[in-house]
């Protein structure tokens, strides 16, 4: 039997910041690995550091002390412009803040990061279109459309090159329930039929107990999930 991909792997990650009251650690000797296949949901209360890992995951900062690998692709050692050709790639990224393109249509942003990456499948770009309820706004731009619309969209871009990695920070926190449930069977459909590995940050114990395993965030350390 074939054993999963590893897709990222933190052993004893550690990151902080420097404020003007002093060094500020946010995270502290993290270790975690997330396999091709799986599902898994990061909580936490607020100021808990789970931004900081997600852009840790994402290839969007390097750690202070510990092993960051992700895709197999050890990251803590590469520049900027490396990071980005990772980040391109090989990770779908699903951030609270949109960063939609304002200069490009719906469908254009959706296709923009398949295309960079030589991935732009035009069959599945459609059925995704679909599925998430945008096929009537696609000549749009990001300023004609609602909150939960460019949410929308922003998972779009996210999923249309069919990354290996899904990062995903509160993706239905825009949505109503229905379509946030929607949007999440996308991603687990996806996760299914690819074998991506997904991470999704919630506040939702629902939606958490949707995922196949759940890790808590506390104070900048791993500890037991909190049952509701």
Known sequence: MIEPTPLLQLQSVSK???????????LRDVSMTLLAGETLALTGESGSGKSTLMHLAGALDVPDAGILQVCGV????????ARATVRRDRIGLVFQQFNLIPSLTVGQNIAFQARLAGRYDRTFTGELIV????????????????????????????LAGQPALILADEPTGNLDEATGDAVLDL???????????????????RLAARMER???????????????
């Open 131 to 158: 599925r998430l309820g945008l096929s009537d706004h696609l000549t749009r731009y990001p300023e004609q459309l609602s909150g939960g619309q460019q949410q929308r969209v922003a998972i779009g871009r996210a």
């Open 16 to 26: 902080g910041f420097v404020t003007n009251e002093g060094p500020l650690p946010v």
């Open 74 to 81: 050890n990251v803590a050692g590469l520049g900027d412009r």
């Open 187 to 205: 991603l687990l459909d996806l996760v299914a039929t690819t074998g991506a590995g997904l991470m999704m940050v919630t506040h939702s114990g």
């Open 214 to 228: 759940q890790l808590h965030l506390s104070h900048g350390a791993l500890a037991a999930p909190v049952v509701d």
